[in-house]
């Protein structure tokens, strides 16, 4: 637990860079000298500087995640065909969970042609872009949310928890390999995640030819948990090959320039 928490501890100031100690108790739910403590060990790591009332990110000269705006822009041929492509796999009068990202935000731009839909969305943004295309059923996870306005934290749990069987998942990642699986960059999003892919019969991911390049700091799980990949021409052949030997069926799509 302490590990897990010091962990998250860590993200939040990736994404805030300055963390209050009364905040980060409340959130946690432990006492404030059990993130004193904390903080005290991860300090001596390296990773920030205490100062009055909370710490600060120590800067290591890494290159900060993209936000959710560079990443839409990135890539968005590559996306749009990959999201295209998936929705030969979603029928009308199914219930579907949608993870965040951008490839997900362009998958729910084509969800106006299915019809008696229940979608249970994960972020803000593809909420907003699924109820514009209207004729279904919305429902939005709540919780903390993040700089990207996606769900987080313990309220979002309890929503999942309390779903029946779910027909799909459709899901990204922040990294993808053969070797490690999916992995993200967010503890209590990667455990929202892996709560939707024990519900649904079948889960989906969108991922593009950039997501083999990276890692995120949390493993989701193994491309053998995975029903389908759905990715673009330019993903490596032995990563493709790799991936399809561990049971997954692998989609390559293309566009036309």
Not at 107 to 130: E, G, P, Q, Y
Not at 156 to 180: H, M, N, R, W
């Given at each position: 637990?302490?590990?897990?928490?010091?962990?998250?501890i860590i993200r939040l100031l990736e994404q805030e860079k300055v963390v209050s100690t009364?905040?980060?108790?409340?959130?946690?739910?432990v006492s404030v000298e059990t993130i004193r403590r904390d903080l005290d060990q991860l300090?001596?790591?390296?990773?920030?500087?205490?100062?009055?009332?909370?710490?600060?990110?120590?800067?290591?000269?890494?290159?900060?995640?993209?936000?959710?705006?560079?990443?839409?822009?990135?890539?968005?041929?590559?996306?749009?065909?990959?999201?295209?492509?998936?929705?030969?796999?979603?029928?009308?009068?199914?219930?579907?969970?949608?993870?965040?990202?951008?490839?997900?935000?362009?998958?729910?731009?084509?969800?106006?042609?299915?019809?008696?839909?229940?979608?249970?969305?994960?972020?803000?943004?593809?909420?907003?872009?699924?109820?514009?295309?209207?004729?279904?059923?919305?429902?939005?996870?709540?919780?903390?949310?993040?700089?990207?306005?996606?769900?987080?934290?313990?309220?979002?749990?309890?929503?999942?928890?309390?779903?029946?069987?779910?027909?799909?998942?459709?899901?990204?990642?922040?990294?993808?390999?053969?070797?490690?699986?999916?992995?993200?960059?967010?503890?209590?999003?990667?455990?929202?995640?892996?709560?939707?892919?024990?519900?649904?019969?079948?889960?989906?991911?969108?991922?593009?030819?950039?997501?083999?390049?990276?890692?995120?700091?949390?493993?989701?799980?193994?491309?053998?948990?995975?029903?389908?990949?759905?990715?673009?021409?330019?993903?490596?052949?032995?990563?493709?090959?790799?991936?399809?030997?561990?049971?997954?069926?692998?989609?390559?799509?293309?566009?036309?320039?």
């Amino acid at each position: 637990m302490k590990s897990s928490r010091q962990k998250e501890i860590i993200r939040l100031l990736e994404q805030e860079k300055v963390v209050s100690t009364m905040n980060l108790a409340e959130q946690f739910e432990v006492s404030v000298e059990t993130i004193r403590r904390d903080l005290d060990q991860l300090e001596k790591q390296g990773f920030l500087n205490k100062i009055y009332g909370g710490a600060e990110l120590r800067s290591n000269g890494a290159e900060p995640w993209p936000s959710l705006a560079i990443r839409t822009d990135s890539f968005q041929e590559d996306k749009s065909s990959i999201a295209l492509a998936a929705m030969q796999y979603v029928p009308d009068h199914c219930t579907i969970a949608l993870d965040a990202g951008s490839t997900v935000g362009e998958f729910c731009r084509h969800l106006s042609s299915r019809k008696n839909m229940t979608i249970i969305c994960s972020d803000i943004h593809n909420a907003a872009l699924v109820l514009a295309s209207g004729g279904n059923r919305v429902y939005m996870m709540g919780g903390f949310l993040t700089t990207d306005g996606t769900s987080s934290g313990t309220y979002a749990k309890e929503f999942c928890s309390s779903l029946g069987e779910l027909d799909l998942f459709v899901c990204s990642t922040d990294g993808a390999s053969p070797e490690d699986g999916l992995t993200t960059n967010e503890m209590g999003i990667n455990e929202l995640k892996r709560r939707y892919m024990k519900k649904a019969k079948t889960t989906i991911l969108l991922a593009d030819h950039s997501k083999f390049k990276q890692k995120g700091f949390y493993k989701m799980c193994d491309f053998s948990e995975v029903d389908i990949l759905i990715t673009d021409s330019m993903t490596p052949a032995d990563t493709v090959e790799a991936i399809r030997n561990s049971g997954c069926q692998v989609v390559i799509t293309t566009h036309s320039l």
